[in-house]
């Protein structure tokens, strides 16, 4: 919530210094904790909207801030002794389909399901079976008609 608005949007992720808020609008907030006045079931900023947009509105494609401590540990880790943190890790990648449309980013994977948040607060449970190629972003072997059958109630418990 901001000063002026109930609701702006959800957090997508947090971070050691930051939170990323998608907001209904399909923009991306990157806030800092310093701004959050209030806690409980909701956030509230310390500020109005027109303010946290002229602070803190990203591109909301861009890639998703990682902690500084684990860039830390990674830039730190000798390669050839310790494999590096989240190296096969599909976390924060971009998500897109066959037609190469954005459909959201990965935000939890288990060993047989990736969760990747869409527009607003929309959250879906693809088996990795759907993956066709990782490179920069990851990629599913489906159409935009098959990616809406994966959808899930966001309220609904992350897969363990």
């Known amino acids: 919530m901001s000063l002026n608005s109930p609701?702006?949007?959800y957090v997508n992720k947090e971070t050691v210094d930051n939170l990323v808020v998608f907001e209904e609008q399909n923009?991306?907030?990157d806030s800092t904790f310093s701004?959050?006045?209030t806690t409980g079931s909701n956030l509230l900023m310390d500020l109005t909207m027109r303010e946290i947009s002229r602070k803190f509105l990203v591109n909301r494609s861009n890639p998703l801030n990682v902690d500084d401590i684990i860039k830390i540990r990674h830039l730190s880790t000798d390669r050839f002794k310790e494999p590096a943190i989240h190296s096969n890790s599909l976390l924060s990648k971009e998500v897109?389909?066959?037609n190469e449309d954005f459909v959201g980013f990965i935000m939890k994977e288990t060993t047989d399901?990736?969760?990747v948040f869409?527009?607003?607060v929309q959250r879906y449970d693809i088996p990795k079976s759907k993956i066709y190629k990782v490179e920069g972003n990851v990629i599913l072997n489906i159409?935009?008609?098959e990616f809406l059958t994966y959808e899930v109630?966001?309220?609904t418990s992350l897969p363990k």
């Open 118 to 120: 869409g527009n607003y």
């Open 35 to 37: 701004e959050i006045k």
């Open 143 to 145: 159409n935009v008609a």
């Open 113 to 115: 399901k990736i969760v």
């Open 153 to 155: 109630n966001s309220y």
């Open 96 to 98: 897109k389909i066959l």
């Open 27 to 29: 923009e991306r907030n």
């Open 7 to 9: 609701y702006i949007g």
